[in-house]
């Protein structure tokens, strides 16, 4: 089919001081056997990079935006408020689309579809270290209400016009501003999985830096109970118990990586109250008991499950639809 027949998708790719990363992002952009691409790049470098990305955008058509550093949310706004797509799609600098991805996204986009999102794989110090299908299909509103995890933005495109009604990202949360976004998104349209992993996530190649916990704390938590608590009330208290304690989880877990073990258990045993069959949440409680060095040999075992899981078959969890390392960012977390 011609290329203008084809609607027209924009690639939104943040980066910021990482232009080796970038490129690689760039090329994988580039590859892509969707014909009707536009490439979008928010830069948030000390030294822009706008030089490189119009060398490496090839022949697809490409705009270039600086970003004043408020933020990976307001930086994709940034990116949506410049993109002409009919689809938007996002993708972090040190991310990789497989070459078909944008073609089979846009191929499993119907009427009523708002959000269609891929698989993915990570890659840790360029070893492949397993991989998670997406599974949450149709009105997935009430599952993403009671914690259950989605996706990473990489792995997402979304109809433009579903932005237009849902608005685009908080750029008043501090993290977590995906997962809020999905709620949101939902509410307005069903998400549809393609299975393939057609994501490659880059991970522990650079240091990365720590959710800043008073921020998620203070910020972040309460911004996000106020915009759907109510919302999750109407389909039961055990839906609105679940994202009070799938909230509180995720703020232990932010404590621990933070080294802030007291904090941590305070977090815990608040999402317990609220929900006290997760076995996940008793296990973090524990190993915040432990501190440090309970902590370290837990981050062990992970880089040695994740290395024995990715030679084989890697099954996704009934937890999880899979996000970046950490103590929940594997498993639920929603910041990139």
């Known amino acids: 089919m011609e290329t203008r027949d084809r609607p027209l998708v924009s690639a939104v790719v943040i980066t910021r001081d990482r232009p080796a990363k970038l490129a690689d992002a760039l090329a994988s952009v580039r590859a892509q056997t969707y014909p009707n691409l ?31 550093g408020e933020g990976p949310g307001a930086a994709r706004n940034i990116g949506i408020r410049a993109a002409s797509g009919e689809y938007v799609a996002f993708l972090d600098d040190d991310d990789r689309w497989l070459p078909e991805k944008a073609e089979r996204q846009v191929a499993a986009f119907e009427p009523g579809v708002a959000v269609v999102y891929t698989g993915q794989f990570a890659v840790r110090d360029g070893e492949r270290v397993g991989g998670r299908s997406p599974s949450l299909s149709g009105d997935v509103t009430e599952a993403l209400l009671r914690g259950v995890p989605c996706a990473p933005t990489s792995t997402v495109m979304v109809r433009r016009a579903t932005i237009d009604d849902a608005g685009a990202f908080d750029e008043g949360l501090p993290i977590w501003e995906d997962r809020e976004w999905y709620v949101r998104l939902s509410e307005h349209g069903e998400f549809r999985p393609v299975p393939e992993k057609l994501v490659q996530r880059g991970i522990g190649e650079y240091d990365q830096l720590t959710d ?85 040999g837990v981050r062990r075992l992970r880089r040695t499950y994740r290395s024995l899981t990715s030679r084989g078959t890697t099954t996704q969890s009934p937890d999880s639809c899979g996000t970046r390392g950490g103590p929940d960012r594997t498993q639920e977390d929603g910041r990139d």
């Not at 822009?48 to 490496?56: A, G």
């Not at 317990?272 to 309970?294: D, I, K, Q």
Request: with cysteine.
């Open 38 to 68: 536009e490439l979008v790049v928010v830069d948030g470098s000390d030294e822009p990079v706008e030089s490189l990305v119009r060398r490496r955008a090839g022949d697809r058509p490409v705009t270039y935006r600086r970003d004043d």
């Open 212 to 296: 800043d916990f008073e921020a998620a704390r203070d910020v972040a938590y309460p911004r996000f109970l106020d915009a759907h608590r109510e919302r999750a009330a109407e389909y039961g208290a055990g839906c609105e118990r679940m994202l009070v304690a799938s909230l509180s989880r995720k703020l232990g877990a932010t404590a621990m990586e933070n080294g802030l073990y007291g904090e941590a258990r305070r977090w815990l045993a608040r999402s317990l109250r609220h929900e006290p069959g997760r076995r996940r949440t008793w296990v973090y409680l524990l190993v915040s008991l432990g501190g440090a060095p309970a902590w370290r």
